[in-house]
């Protein structure tokens, strides 16, 4: 799979240079990036190309304005028990009930790395994959968050719980979190598609509905996912701060 831009990219090589497979870079920016590519010894994997040449690397990259593009194993997923904590400690993992926007995913997976949160969980199916889209609009973050794919993401809730974790479900008609909410130290919280919001059976699922204090606009009835997720997610870090 590809990657471009330069954080996305440069993210790669800082964390994960053994799954690149190919670097191609600007020739006219050659010197922007030279040094991070010998300190990384990949003099081996880059290619220096010129513009033309570049924008035929990525034709994913619509926008082309990109001087490097990697060439990349694609992401792998991580298991759930590498996600979860030992008990008796802090945790927020983060669950993406079948969100389909890559780009609503990519900021909420670099919300959730910026956060502290110890992972986010994917249904395996429809659920937007993790792709070039997602890694750019995440600023690379990517490559260091842990994500789980689900198969059965019923069940594994029912095992969070098991692990001490209650669930909290974002919801408009949940309980407004306020200075006087607090999250529980082991907390996962569920943030839901773009329109449908979270599934019935998952809301079931949930300990808690929670809801975010917003005005009243005619025509937008809702902050997006990935801000919902922030604000949430700071209220519990400010809980335990």
């Known amino acids: 799979m590809y990657i471009s831009g330069?954080?996305?990219?440069?993210?790669?090589?800082?964390?994960?240079?053994?799954?690149?497979?190919?670097?191609?870079i600007?020739?006219?920016?050659?010197?922007?990036?030279?040094?991070?590519?010998?300190?990384?010894?990949?003099?081996?994997?880059?290619?220096?190309?010129?513009k033309k040449e570049l924008l035929f690397i990525n034709?994913?990259?619509?926008r082309g304005s990109n001087d490097i593009i990697i060439r990349r194993e694609k992401y792998e997923t991580s298991q759930l028990n590498s996600i979860i904590s030992p008990?008796?400690?802090?945790?927020?993992?983060?669950v993406a009930d079948q969100l389909t926007?890559?780009?609503?995913?990519?900021?909420?997976?670099?919300?959730?790395?910026?956060?502290?949160?110890?992972?986010?969980?994917?249904?395996?199916?429809?659920?937007?994959?993790?792709?070039g889209t997602t890694s750019m609009?995440?600023?690379g973050a990517v490559e260091i968050i842990k994500?789980?794919?689900?198969?059965?993401?019923?069940?594994?809730?029912?095992?969070?719980?098991?692990?001490?974790?209650?669930i909290y479900s974002l919801d408009m008609k949940g309980e407004r979190i306020d200075n006087n909410f607090y999250f529980d130290k082991r907390s996962v919280i569920i943030i839901g598609n773009e329109g449908k919001g979270i599934r019935k059976n998952i809301l079931e699922k949930s300990d808690f509905k929670i809801s975010l204090y917003q005005e009243k606009i005619k025509g937008i009835d809702s902050y997006n996912a990935a801000n919902s997720l922030a604000m949430a997610a700071h209220h519990y870090k400010l809980n335990f701060s």
């Not at 790669?12 to 670097?23: E, G, L, M, V």
């Not at 008990?87 to 983060?94: G, M, R």
């Not at 956060?115 to 429809?126: D, F, R, W």
Request: net charge positive; charged share 25%; aromatic share 6%.
């Open 6 to 24: 330069d954080n996305s990219c440069l993210n790669c090589i800082y964390h994960n240079p053994k799954k690149i497979r190919d670097i191609f």
């Open 26 to 50: 600007n020739i006219e920016k050659k010197e922007s990036y030279i040094d991070i590519i010998k300190k990384n010894k990949l003099e081996n994997l880059t290619k220096f190309l010129n």
């Open 59 to 62: 034709k994913e990259d619509k």
């Open 87 to 94: 008990q008796e400690t802090n945790s927020l993992i983060v």
């Open 101 to 131: 926007d890559q780009n609503n995913l990519g900021n909420i997976m670099r919300t959730s790395l910026l956060i502290g949160v110890h992972g986010v969980i994917l249904p395996e199916h429809s659920s937007a994959s993790i792709t």
């Open 137 to 139: 609009t995440s600023s």
């Open 147 to 166: 994500f789980h794919l689900s198969k059965n993401l019923s069940r594994t809730l029912e095992e969070l719980k098991n692990k001490g974790y209650w």
